[in-house]
């Protein structure tokens, strides 16, 4: 009998307790929250299937891994990529290489929107305990 009494006080108080929360944020918190700017699409480069468009795919590629080195957003395979465009070019096949270098390039922009996106990421109010 006490255990069964317990037990509804115990479901009881946790039904009340749940009815006392909100998902809306604290006002103090709600003017630091900023809404987010959706990302605009990455325009990757057009580059015909030649050599000159193979080189000009590359050249763009290592542009863009530069751009997200320079905020420590590089992704990981956007290196690997280039090399194997490089390897595919020498080879002589120019689609393949602007494929990989193409693959690359949207990496590098994405990679850098990313590491920009994120650079001011905050915990929402949602996990913090004040």
Request: charged share 25%; glycine share 6%; with cysteine.
């Amino acid at each position: 009998m006490k255990k069964s009494n317990i037990l509804a006080l115990a479901v009881v108080s946790l039904v009340a307790l749940s009815g006392c929360q909100t998902n809306e944020p604290k006002k103090d918190m709600s003017a630091s929250v900023k809404e987010s700017t959706p990302m605009k699409m990455v325009q990757v480069t057009k580059a015909d299937a030649t050599k000159a468009g193979a080189e000009q795919a590359i050249a763009a590629a290592e542009k863009a891994k530069k751009k997200a080195a320079s905020v420590s957003g590089e992704w990981r395979d956007t290196g690997k990529f280039i090399k194997q465009a490089k390897a595919a070019m020498k080879k002589g096949d120019f689609k393949k290489a602007v494929k990989l270098a193409n693959k690359a390039e949207h990496e590098g922009h994405s990679g850098y929107q990313q590491a920009v996106s994120q650079k001011q990421l905050r915990m929402p109010a949602y996990l913090q305990t004040n």
